[in-house]
Nanobody, 126 residues
Framework: VQLQASGGGLVQPGGSLRLSCAVS????????IGWFRQAPGKEREGVSC???????????RYADSVKGRFTISRDNAKNTLYLQMNSLKPEDTAVYHC?????????????????WGQGTLVTVSS
């Protein structure tokens, strides 16, 4: 079981980045998956998540702080999760992780997730 996040980097305020999470070792058919972030000195928080493929009614969830700016999506054929981040702000600076939950419904609580990737750093600064 492996989750490999990538796509982080340094971007100016107002800029965009797209994060990717390649999942291997199991299928996302019956598993919810999400993005989380942890800023220095802060607790890990949920950013966005999406239901399993089997249970896919199109439902996604977003933290209030990113609604309207971030979009989560999934490529089922590639078993890959994405996070398109637009209008980035300095407060979005954090290490972003993807994680899988052994349940078909997604939630934004990090402690409900079972498998984690190593994270990719996003820095928003001028």
């Amino acid at each position: 079981v492996q989750l490999q996040a990538s796509g982080g980097g340094l971007v100016q305020p107002g800029g965009s980045l797209r994060l990717s999470c390649a999942v291997s070792g199991f299928s996302l058919d019956d598993l919810a998956i999400g993005w989380f972030r942890q800023a220095p000195g802060k607790e890990r928080e949920g950013v966005s998540c999406i239901n399993s493929i089997t249970n896919d009614d199109g439902s996604t969830r977003y933290a209030d702080s990113v609604k309207g700016r971030f979009t989560i999506s999934r490529d089922n054929a590639k078993n890959t999760l994405y996070l398109q981040m637009n209008s980035l702000k300095p407060e979005d600076t954090a290490v972003y992780h993807c994680a899988v939950r052994r349940d078909s419904w997604c939630v934004l609580s990090p402690n409900q997730y079972d498998y984690w990737g190593q994270g990719t750093l996003v820095t928003v600064s001028s």
